[in-house]
């Protein structure tokens, strides 16, 4: 120091103020300042965005095909060619430049406009494939960890192999002889899913070892399987923050170098836990779990839905082994994170659409069930069926209702209406849903406390209702007259299912009546 720069030395003293312990009145007043700050900043551009959006989307002729949003969306096409992304999605990208946050309300007016929830759903879903909706999400800043493993891959292996597969314990006993095969084969998976990412323009690095560090879980019953105890993250770390998409195989490895075979859940929950990820996406064949019926269980609250599903008789070994473990995953994660099972060519429904695509399980709300409609929540459940309906009711609708009972989420969020119908069966008079809630899974759940509460239940939707494709997936009868549509549950006698149907079809409006009624 002398030497170089010379002089005498200066010592550097910076006075630090005295500590105060913050207090409830000046925190609230950050938070609420902030959150002010923040709607009026994102909120205003977020909806001007919209606005622009949709007017380019209409003219010159009100056909999207042909709009100014088109043309200049078709010049960014060869760019959006290396990406594996249509001229919608370069949009999107375009106005997210601006704010991440525009990018699903664009996606909403480009694949939206005049197609109905359902297909622009699937209007989605086939403009993206796996690994395309992968890169748009690491083109918007959003970096997912791709865990994987090869199970069918290394059965087919195996068996040209001439090698017994044996499962123990649902673990597959790892003979060196099995690791022989399946250690090329993990790799040969690891590098085509890099690959694939790349080919869509994304860098994509594959990290084969160094994250989970494992002793033997049993070596004399299991061979060659480990069991993790310790998660390092270090080389995920540097791949993420070098903006590269990390693509992690279910290796581990011993402290002496011994490679192991772990099993892809085992795994997947070790490093979920060490990284605490908002939201988890399982891709399986069957694309989420499935009811007696073989339908995909659309959302399921562990609170509500967990002791009831796992009493039942066609919840066995793999489903009941999967809820068990997602159970486990999710209790060590805030309550905010959930889990999405989904099949690949679902992916991008799930990952942009309020809706999503498979099985949604979150720790969830409670369902609550009130036998009375107080003054306060009147007041609430009006507000949350005109928002949703964007219709006005009727003054004194709760007056004098017949009522069977009102389930709701904690939050409100999502609400059913039950009223005595004919003969004293249940009948579905309201059920409303915000589209936050519905992303948050509240709606299948208040559904499914609602089916669970009233095994027997009808009620009846507008055939225009974009909803009522979804009543039809749920219901067992249906019956279309009109302008309606009159649905059943649990109802088998014959003659009280037209009882219900006449019922239901003959219901005064419960709405003030408009010019389009």
């Given at each position: 120091?002398?030497?170089v720069l010379g002089g ?6 910076m ?5 105060h312990?913050p ?10 300042q ?9 909120g205003?551009?977020i909806l001007?965005?919209?606005v622009?959006?949709w ?8 056909q999207i095909?042909?709009?100014y949003l ?6 960014l096409v060869?760019?959006g060619?290396?990406m ?8 999107a990208l ?9 990018t ?6 480009l694949?939206?406009?005049?197609a109905?929830?359902?297909?622009a ?5 086939a403009?993206l ?10 083109n ?7 865990l994987?493993g ?8 195996l ?10 314990r649902?673990l597959?006993?790892t ?5 022989e095969?399946?250690?090329?084969v993990?790799?040969?998976a690891?590098?085509r ?8 323009g ?6 084969q070892?160094?994250?989970?560090v494992c ?5 004399d019953e ?5 069991d993790?105890?310790?998660?390092e993250?270090?080389?995920?770390r ?10 992690v195989?279910c290796?581990?490895?011993s402290p002496?170098?011994?490679?192991m075979?772990?099993?892809?859940d085992?795994a997947?929950r ?13 891709l399986?064949?069957?694309?989420g779990l ?7 269980i ?5 609170r509500t839905?967990?002791?009831?599903l796992v009493?039942?008789?066609w ?5 009941l082994?999967?809820l068990?473990?997602i159970r486990q995953?999710l209790?060590?994660?805030p309550?905010?994170a ?6 690949v060519?679902?992916l ?18 409670e ?9 306060e929540l009147a ?5 949350l069926l ?7 009711l009727k ?6 209702l ?8 904690e939050?409100?969020g999502?609400?059913a209406i039950?009223?005595?119908?004919v ?5 579905l008079?309201k ?11 509240l ?9 669970h509460?009233?095994?027997q ?6 055939t225009v209702n974009p909803?009522?494709p979804?009543?039809f997936d749920?219901?067992?009868?249906s019956?279309?007259?009109?302008k309606?549509v009159?649905f059943s549950?649990?109802?088998e ?11 239901s079809?003959?219901?005064?409006e ?5 010019e389009?009624d």
């Amino acid at each position: 120091h002398e030497l170089v720069l010379g002089g005498e030395h200066v010592t550097f003293i910076m006075e630090l103020p005295l500590y105060h312990v913050p207090n409830a009145h000046t925190m609230g007043l950050s938070v609420w300042q902030r959150t002010v700050d923040f709607v009026k900043e994102a909120g205003g551009v977020i909806l001007v965005v919209s606005v622009v959006v949709w007017a380019l989307s209409t003219w010159p002729e009100g056909q999207i095909e042909t709009s100014y949003l088109a043309a200049v969306g078709r010049l960014l096409v060869p760019l959006g060619a290396l990406m594996g992304l249509g001229w919608q999605m370069m949009v999107a990208l375009l106005t997210s430049f601006i704010r991440k946050e525009n990018t699903i309300a664009t996606l909403g007016v480009l694949y939206g406009s005049g197609a109905g929830g359902a297909s622009a759903t699937a209007a989605l879903g086939a403009a993206l494939t796996p690994a395309a909706a992968l890169a748009f999400l690491a083109n918007l800043g959003l970096m997912p960890i791709i865990l994987h493993g090869a199970g069918p891959q290394l059965d087919v292996a195996l068996e040209q192999a001439s090698i017994e597969t044996v499962k123990r314990r649902g673990l597959r006993v790892t003979t060196p002889d099995v690791m022989e095969v399946a250690r090329p084969v993990i790799y040969r998976a690891n590098r085509r899913l890099v690959s694939a990412l790349e080919d869509q323009g994304v860098r994509a690095q594959g990290i084969q070892h160094g994250v989970f560090v494992c002793d033997y879980l049993d070596q004399d019953e299991l061979g060659l399987v480990g069991d993790i105890r310790r998660v390092e993250l270090e080389a995920v770390r540097d791949v993420v923050h070098r903006g590269v998409l990390p693509v992690v195989a279910c290796l581990g490895e011993s402290p002496t170098g011994q490679v192991m075979n772990i099993n892809a859940d085992v795994a997947a929950r070790e490093l979920i836990w060490e990284v605490e990820p908002h939201k988890i996406i399982f891709l399986t064949g069957t694309g989420g779990l499935l009811d007696e019926s073989g339908r995909i269980i659309s959302a399921i609250s562990l609170r509500t839905d967990y002791e009831w599903l796992v009493e039942q008789d066609w919840v066995h070994s793999g489903m009941l082994l999967k809820l068990e473990q997602i159970r486990q995953l999710l209790s060590g994660l805030p309550e905010s994170a959930s889990v999405s099972i989904t099949s690949v060519e679902n992916l991008a429904k799930e990952l942009f659409t309020h809706r999503g695509a498979g099985t949604l399980i979150r720790v969830g709300e409670e369902i609550v069930e009130h036998r009375e409609i107080s003054p306060e929540l009147a007041e609430r459940v009006a507000t949350l069926l005109e928002q949703s309906f964007g219709r006005t009711l009727k003054p004194g609708y709760f007056d004098d209702l017949p009522l069977e009972c009102v389930l709701c989420s904690e939050s409100l969020g999502a609400m059913a209406i039950v009223l005595r119908g004919v003969d004293g069966l249940p009948y579905l008079d309201k059920f409303a849903v915000t589209p936050e809630a519905q992303g948050a899974g509240l709606g299948a759940a208040v559904w499914q406390a609602l089916v669970h509460r009233c095994p027997q239940l009808y009620w009846r939707s507008r055939t225009v209702n974009p909803v009522t494709p979804w009543y039809f997936d749920q219901a067992d009868a249906s019956f279309t007259e009109d302008k309606w549509v009159a649905f059943s549950v649990g109802i088998e006698d014959f003659d009280q299912l037209r009882k219900c149907k006449k019922d239901s079809l003959r219901r005064e409006e419960s709405w003030v009546e408009t010019e389009h009624d």
